[in-house]
């Protein structure tokens, strides 16, 4: 059995080292001092997404003792969590971990690069961001703000609804009110007659204890366990559609990074890779843990008809075709990214059963692009 931390220590170190490629003798550090940065994060110490920022910044301090030293403080102890970004902005803080979507106010792009309803799994994320030139859009966008983005983990998919009314078909949706995040979400969530309720995370188990939802969502079953959710709700809406995989990462502002040597940005760079290896394990086997637990508590467990999913995905192409047609930026994200789920529809339906995420109905790639400046 592998001793705990471990991971964090002498694998990851040796994953960073076989990552970064080393092209210059020019020190790590330009000076006798290590840098010091602040660094927070939008997620509270009582929503375990928290640990993939935390992750990150120990990492960091391990590996790069001597030249960069982050000090890590809890979401809320220092901004309010949608205040994260303005802070990393104007150089408040020089680190914060994120979820684009917060941020979908600033450029509806934000919220595709962190997720998409009915959208790529969490390995199609992954081989999209560090493969397929999903990479150089995250740091495109993020640039208009002063912004250099690490994406440092992705959140495998999300558990789906969880309630007191049985929700066996989208008929079941009509006059519900449920907690989801994400403005295409919300769309759809209208489309359905249903309305969309914008809550905190750590609002949710209140308003579901008091009926002021009908259901509500926050991550995947480990993460809900964790938020104490079995207490007051019994049953468990799947699948997550809404969130089929999230990405998480770390803001940091330009003139801060500029101020560091080519081999640091490049160590950073690989060890935020690293991490988004660690992060999606520990989130996966969590959900695997956390199902067992439902499980045993007793949870009915309903699932929506393959049927009803198309009826979704239908109405979702419809959003981000609209979407795309009021934001150059969000059409560049949403080209790219479908046109990657394009491009792996053959392989992924080669080798299934033994692949992984599922091929799409897909928006209209052609109009999208058009939309493209």
């Known amino acids: 059995m592998m001793k705990k931390g471990i991971l964090t220590r002498s694998v990851i170190f040796s994953m960073v080292c076989a990552l970064c490629v080393v092209g210059t003798t020019a020190p790590a550090f330009s000076g006798d001092q290590p840098i010091k940065w602040k660094m927070t994060s939008v997620w509270t110490p009582t929503i375990s997404l928290i640990e993939a920022d935390r992750h990150f910044a120990k990492t960091v301090n ?50 595709l690069l962190a997720q998409c309803p009915l959208g790529p799994s969490w390995i199609d994320y992954m081989v999209w961001i560090f493969q397929g030139g999903g990479w150089d859009l995250y740091q495109e966008i993020y640039s208009k703000f002063g912004l250099v983005y690490l994406p440092h983990g992705v959140i495998p998919p999300e558990s789906g609804l969880r309630g007191n009314k049985p929700i066996n078909s989208l008929e ?58 079995q207490e007051v709700t019994t049953y468990w809406a799947a699948p997550g559609w809404h969130q089929p995989g999230t990405v998480l990462g770390v803001m940091i502002n330009k003139k ?27 989130w996966e086997h969590s959900n695997i843990t956390g199902t067992k637990k439902w499980i045993e508590k007793g949870v009915k467990i309903t699932r929506l008809p393959a049927e009803d999913i198309a009826k979704l995905e239908k109405f979702r192409n419809k959003h981000i075709e609209d979407l795309s047609e009021q934001n150059p930026d969000f059409a560049k994200v949403a080209y790219a990214q479908f046109n990657f789920l394009k491009d792996v529809e053959k392989w992924r339906e080669i080798s299934s059963p033994f692949s992984y995420g599922r091929n799409q109905v897909l928006p209209d790639l052609e109009k999208i692009k058009s939309y493209i400046k």
């Open 172 to 229: 079941d949706f009509k006059g519900l009110k449920v907690r989801m995040s994400g403005a295409i979400q919300g769309m759809v969530l209208k489309d359905i007659g249903a309305s969309q309720v914008m809550l905190a995370g750590g609002e949710v188990y209140q308003a579901l204890e008091k009926g002021v939802i009908d259901a509500g969502e926050f991550s995947g079953p480990g993460i809900d366990w964790g938020m104490s959710f």
């Open 256 to 282: 801060e990074w500029d101020k560091l040597t080519p081999n640091t940005q490049a160590l950073l760079k690989n060890i935020a890779m690293a991490n988004f290896l660690w992060s999606s394990t520990f």
């Open 62 to 111: 391990e590996l790069l003792k001597g030249t960069l030293e982050i000090k890590f403080f809890d979401g809320g102890s220092l901004v309010p969590a949608m205040g994260v970004f303005n802070a990393v902005m104007d150089g408040t803080l020089q680190a914060g971990g994120d979820c684009g979507v917060y941020w979908s106010g600033q450029n509806s792009a934000f919220g």
